[in-house]
């Protein structure tokens, strides 16, 4: 407790205004609560502002550039020119504040407090906000715990001046002609695809002996094929040993099968993964209780081992996902309201990589259906037969489905190729339902269309594929 102090009372009280938080905030004012969010940054935290958003953007610019690079079927002839500072303003004004605009606005709507201070916990009932002018306490009723993660920084490429995290990349003053990236999960290839797109020659070095981790090779094959073909290199099994850095370049140390290489690039990206902010929040004042990792530990409610202490998204276990954080955050708000069915009891959660073929997966995979010894089919059906996306020249990837063998019953998907982000919604929604191959086949999916490849999908697992 801070001496002297007298603390505010206060309902519900959030951490972070990222997609965990601000939707936790709404859903709780929703329900009936006196909210506050405390944000140490900017609303809409890391997704909204330095993650998923800007990143999406930028990869939009990619793809675009690349089409007016490259000769095209359709007859056209395009000569595409790059405003870099145009795009970079565009990503900012248009996209970014445009979005955090509209969520602070959706904030004010609902009569949400928001507090601008980093909060630490004094004890289990009060917080202590620091802001720039002092600091406040606030005695809260319930706490929602949605602080995020942050990179994870390796002593020996510690970030600075030409070696950056996933935040300086997306904000660099030039697209590089050399981008090296260490670290090829997903955040990494995105981005290092992206920027190959745009014109930088791109090298991953990643230590396992494959990328894209958490995507099986039949999925990844597609994405590191056209990589590798539009001048991309990829080191595996590599271990970053350290970087030397000059005002114009950096060079990296890595080793592999014993041996020490290098390579030189105007830009060093570190996308390792990332690790929570556990370690800011003053738990140790707390009886909250942390795991592995510096995870916070919870139930089915999102519920830590205090009572009206809840946390939610990078915090806890699982995936590092907005739309996980988002899900959490409206089971724990309800739950503060007392709803019986407040309980994350979810079985398939997408998950996507914006590759330039994009990922998709929700549910079981071929992995885990060994791993399970589960009684499952596996069935597929080609882009390059479905007419729209060929209408589109954009026949490669697949649709794959996993279903019961004695049931049909829907028990995972993977999506390689376009809009596959888009597309997986259906098979998730599927999945959560108990729906069957036969329920998919049986729902008329209009022609010419992308989801139509569904429908085709479900009729391979059925048995009867008229289109393979």
């Known amino acids: 407790m801070v ?11 959030i951490i972070g205004s990222g997609p965990g938080g601000y939707v936790a905030a709404i859903r709780a ?63 900012q004004h248009k996209v970014v504040e445009q979005l955090t605009g509209g969520v602070a606005m959706l904030l004010k709507k609902h009569h949400v407090q ?23 306490l606030l005695r809260f009723e319930n706490a929602i715990v949605a602080a995020g993660s942050r990179p994870v920084e390796i002593p020996s490429l510690k970030f600075g001046g030409r070696i950056v995290d996933s935040t300086g990349v997306l904000s660099l003053p030039e697209v590089p002609e ?71 370049e950096v060079t990296l140390t890595y080793e592999v099968d014993g041996k020490e290489q290098t390579v030189t690039g105007d830009y060093l990206l570190v996308s390792v993964g990332r690790k929570a902010n ?21 139930n089915d409610q999102m519920k830590t081992s205090v009572s009206h202490i809840y946390a939610i998204g990078d915090i806890v276990a699982g995936p590092a996902l907005a739309h996980k954080a988002s899900f959490e955050g409206k089971v724990a708000a309800a739950a503060i309201s007392g709803a019986a069915n407040a309980r994350d009891l979810h079985y398939s959660l997408p998950a ?50 996993i279903t019961d063998k004695e049931s049909s019953a829907m028990l995972g998907a993977q999506i390689v190729g376009p809009s596959a982000s888009d597309l997986i919604s259906e098979l998730s929604l599927a999945i959560e339902n108990g729906l069957t191959s036969e329920d998919i086949s049986l729902t008329i999916h209009p022609h010419p269309t992308l989801g139509e490849a569904i429908m085709d999908a479900a009729e391979v697992a059925d048995g009867l594929g008229i289109h393979v």
């Open 3 to 13: 001496v002297g102090a007298e603390a505010t009372d206060v309902g519900t009280v």
């Open 29 to 91: 004012a929703e329900l009936g609560q006196d909210v506050t969010i405390i944000e140490r940054d900017n609303i809409g935290g890391v997704c909204l502002n330095i993650g998923c958003i800007p990143s999406k953007a930028l990869i939009n610019v990619g793809h675009h550039y690349r089409e007016s690079q490259e000769e095209n079927p359709f007859g056209l002839s395009l000569t595409g020119k790059l405003d870099w500072a145009k795009a970079q303003d565009w990503k």
């Open 114 to 136: 928001v507090i601008k201070g980093e909060a630490t916990f004094t004890d289990n009932e009060t917080l202590n906000v620091v802001q720039e002018d002092g600091h406040q």
């Open 178 to 248: 050399r981008l090296i990236v260490v670290g090829g999960g997903v955040i990494g290839s995105e981005l290092g695809g992206a920027y190959a797109n745009l014109g930088s020659k791109v090298t991953i070095v990643e230590g396992l002996d494959h990328t894209l981790n958490g995507f099986d090779k039949e999925m990844t094959k597609p994405v590191l094929n056209d990589f590798k073909q539009h001048g991309g290199e990829i080191i595996t099994s590599a271990m970053a040993k350290g970087a030397t850095q000059t005002d114009k």
């Open 278 to 298: 556990s370690d800011t929040l003053g738990l140790n004042n707390t009886d909250i209780k942390v795991g592995d990792h510096g995870l916070i530990e919870v």
């Open 352 to 401: 996507v990589a914006y590759t330039q073929y994009e990922l998709a997966t929700t549910g079981e995979t071929p992995d885990s259906v060994k791993e399970k010894g589960l009684n499952a089919k596996i069935s597929k059906f080609p882009f390059a037969a479905n007419g729209r996306a060929l209408a589109m020249d954009a026949g490669v990837g697949f649709i794959r489905l």
